[in-house]
């Protein structure tokens, strides 16, 4: 019957539920009405699970204080029964630098080498390269580091070639001289390169024309002597009258 009611997400209902499964130990249950229905005070139940005799039950206390963003407690809880992917999947989700930090230094101290390179795996988007270049260099953890820069460089190098790509000038299709040449290229006088002037050159001149003869004019008649003929000009013989 209280199962047919948890559908209305009472708070009384939920809780009695809740210590119900406690005292049967159905921790599987447990989780599942924590998931589906919240309306209960959270905190309390976290609290009273964190010191309980099975693991699983404290792992519970674990993810409610995760699921209330209280990265801290929920981080120390998974310290103490050493479940580590549940510190790094916590860490992770805090976002938090500082968090991850601290854990990171934890794994360093307590010599999980593996954990301490999962970490960086998970949490590689929060982490700073210069805190894992020191850890690794002073624990002598060269070879777990070794992963998290490369993928450091790559996702450099990514970011970089964007950048340039986003920030490189278009070329241009073609200056306004370029248009210009092109289509003055394409007129029939210049295809030869050379300028064609009309009166420039002997081929230009009509046949029985003296060079230096300007088109349109009669040729002059020379003489026997080979001097001009000047017989068209009459000469001025009469003398000058002498007043009367």
Known sequence: YMKDVQKNDL????EALNEIYIEDEDYEALRKSI?????FNMLALAQKLSSHELLEFRRISAY???????????????KNDRMWKDCIDTANESCDSAIIEDLLRFFCDSSEKECFCAALY???AHISPDIVLELGWINGYHNFIMPFFIQTFKHTHERLKALEDS??????????????????????GFNTGMLMIGNGGPEMMQP??????VPGMAPQSMGMNGNIDMSGFAQNTMQPQMGM
Do not use: H
């Open 208 to 213: 029985g024309m003296a060079p230096g003869m």
């Open 35 to 39: 998931d589906n229905f919240k309306n």
């Open 64 to 78: 409610v204080y995760r699921c209330n963003k209280k990265w801290n407690q929920s981080i120390e809880l998974s």
């Open 11 to 14: 708070s009384s209902v939920n």
């Open 122 to 124: 998970t949490c590689y």
């Open 167 to 188: 920030t490189k000038p278009k070329e241009a299709e073609g200056t306004a001289q370029d248009d210009v040449a092109g289509t003055y290229g394409n007129l029939s």
